[in-house]
């Protein structure tokens, strides 16, 4: 993001230095001192990452800090899953640190997945010699240039004084704002040379001044219209959680009844359980929630961004609805869908101010009257609820599976989900009643970050109890971080949704390519006839694997038996519990949206079409 870029709200309170807030006196040390004692005293407390040529002398320095608490990971990429998890968690900035060249291009795709779902990060890389830059020397790679346009901004440092402003200005732009990921990369001898230190340096962000208070103009505008409207709709992204504006959105709603969606990456930020909650959007999203916004004649879009996964086709998105749209990044607003009232401001100030606007307008005898749209909305969810059919032929329903998880777990357990058709059914068939424990990679669709981004959970939370639920897919692609959590005692929870294929690939290949399953069958060979393998005949397998990264694994593949591994996985907290659960092959995630397609067009079912009749107004 260019510094001049109008960025986003303080959603996190700004650094402040441990001392106190006087400056320390001077002292001499090299430029990896100086990096841990930064990262000391804009209180990272964790650090995710693995050592290499570049980045070693930081690491020495790091072995003597009784601040910063190192987790050696086996790859860069749970590195940065792991920090994007103990971020969403905690609300704390993420840190994961990688050598020069390949250990910096492995944290590419957290990297671009945290961008995406605006996720505060501190990516630290080491990078050749300043004089090899540019050279082609060994391990090296542009770092800063690969990442520009997936960081919200970069830093590349050679000099060893500018090491503290660089720590601190990292930490202040990706936790203000709109959240992001920020890469530092610091030079070997940058590392190495001698220099001063002092605490706290001075900012120099002369471009970066984000809005978060919002037009008084604009928002007594936005209550106006939500208190003429008919059928309005609030649409909650995940800016609301960011901005720890929950509570604020559920006085607004309370305030003036509306009905509230809840966006994938906003799914806590109100009570699934509240009558006013009609569910998520989208194109797996329920009935109602999608029908409301294509029917709705007000739209208030808070900290949410019109996503294609929730729009469908664009020009057919919600024909009728004028746009009220709050967010803290004015690059948002307008990009995909034109604003009737636009309103830039953190969304925690925004709906302060809109439930005071909005109770004035009461006073003056304005108020809404959603009796009639409240009757078509409860009859969308009384035709058309969620729910699944039982396999007839006696196996476990993936449904049922993680149904039964969110159920028995403990109170306030965070479950951290990877990527597909179990995402969707943790999404639909889990209760989110509190903000911070529904963590997923919604904008990047990133597989492989469940089992990570629940390590990094469980790290900055070790009260709580984490689950990851993943696939057979996503699980091959990140278990070895599994080690990871059993030498560091971090006790995550693990259930492995195995269906033998990339699920959600191969429900495409079933509905639009006339059921030729072309490459994603995982559990055997390209000679297989593609029937399922008895549990002990899958490569690999999972509990074997599990058990040798130092994991108590327990398989499961009989509804009878689904409650009591369950149940015995929740009372396991000395080490890390997978559970391989053998699922029905054929179970697919409804309702949907077809890609590209109107959400008009929503299926309930296999070929069952909602009917909402010819009338608009319906």
Not at 534 to 559: H, N
Not at 593 to 616: H, K
């Amino acid at each position: 993001m260019p510094m001049t870029e109008q960025a986003t709200g303080a959603h996190h309170p700004q650094p402040r230095p441990r001392s106190g807030g006087q400056q320390s006196a001077p002292e001499q040390v090299t430029g990896a001192q100086s990096l841990i004692r930064s990262l000391e005293e804009v209180g990272a407390e964790t650090v995710f990452g693995i050592p290499g040529g570049a980045i070693l002398p930081a690491y020495d320095p790091l072995m003597d800090s009784q601040r910063v608490r190192h987790v050696l990971v086996r790859h860069e990429q749970g590195a940065g899953h792991a920090a994007t998890g103990y971020a969403q968690a905690t609300g704390k900035v993420g840190v994961c640190m990688a050598t020069s060249g390949p250990g910096a291009t492995n944290l590419v795709t957290p990297i671009a997945d945290a961008h995406m779902d605006s996720v505060p990060l501190v990516a630290i890389t080491g990078q050749v010699a300043s004089k090899a830059i540019g050279t082609d020397a060994f391990q090296e790679a542009d770092i800063v240039g690969i990442s520009m346009p997936i960081t919200k901004h970069n830093f590349l440092v050679t000099n060893a004084d500018d090491i503290p402003r660089t720590i601190a200005e990292a930490f202040h732009i990706a936790s203000t704002g709109r959240p992001g990921p920020v890469l530092v990369d610091i030079a070997k001898d940058a590392l190495q040379n001698r220099t001063t230190f002092s605490w706290p340096p001075a900012h120099d962000l002369p471009g970066y001044r984000p809005v978060t208070k919002p037009h008084a103009k604009q928002i007594r505008e936005a209550a106006r219209l939500i208190t003429q409207a008919k059928k309005p709709v609030l649409y909650v992204g995940g800016g609301v959680l960011k901005a720890n504006a929950t509570a604020e959105l559920k006085v607004l709603a309370e305030l003036t009844g509306a009905p509230v969606t809840t966006t994938l990456m906003a799914l806590g930020a109100f009570p699934d359980s509240h009558p006013l909650h009609v569910g998520m959007p989208g194109m797996h999203g329920a009935v109602t929630a999608v029908t409301a916004l294509q029917k709705a004649d007000l739209i208030v879009a808070l900290g949410a961004r019109f996503d294609d996964r929730v729009t469908g086709k664009l020009e057919s998105f919600a024909p009728h609805a004028k746009i009220v749209h709050a967010d803290i990044d004015p690059a948002e607003i307008g990009k995909n869908r034109a604003a009737d009232v636009p309103i830039v401001g953190d969304a925690r100030e925004v709906l302060a101010d809109l439930v005071q606007a909005v109770q004035k307008e009461h006073s003056e005898g304005n108020a809404g009257d959603y009796t009639a749209w409240w009757k078509d909305l409860n009859r969308w969810r009384e035709t058309y609820p969620l729910g699944y059919d039982q396999p007839d032929n006696g196996s476990l329903s993936p449904q049922q599976v993680i149904e039964r998880i969110g159920q028995l777990a403990p109170e306030g357990t965070i479950f951290a989900a990877g990527v597909g058709q179990h995402q969707m059914w943790a999404a639909h068939y889990i209760q989110y009643e509190k903000p911070a424990t529904w963590l997923n990679s919604g904008g990047a669709g990133t597989m492989g970050y469940a089992v990570p981004a629940a390590m990094g959970a469980k790290a900055g939370r070790p009260e709580r109890t984490v689950w990851a639920i993943d696939g057979d897919g996503c699980f091959q692609m990140t278990n070895q971080e599994l080690t990871t959590c059993s030498l560091n005692n971090i006790p995550i929870k693990v259930a492995i949704i195995n269906n033998g294929a990339l699920g959600m690939v191969r429900q495409w290949q079933t509905l639009f390519y006339n059921q030729r399953y072309s490459n994603t069958v995982l559990h055997s060979g390209p000679e297989a006839d593609g029937k399922q393998p008895s549990a002990g005949t899958r490569v690999p397998d999972f509990v074997k694997l599990s058990e040798a990264m130092g994991c108590y694994a327990i398989r499961c593949d009989s509804p009878d038996d689904l409650d009591k591994v369950i149940e015995e996985a929740n009372s396991i907290n000395d080490r890390p519990v997978v559970i391989d659960f053998i699922v029905h092959e054929d179970a697919m995630v409804w309702p949907m949206v077809a890609a590209g397609t109107s959400n008009d067009t929503i299926m309930a079912a296999r070929d069952v079409r909602p009917d909402f009749g010819d009338n608009e107004d319906d």
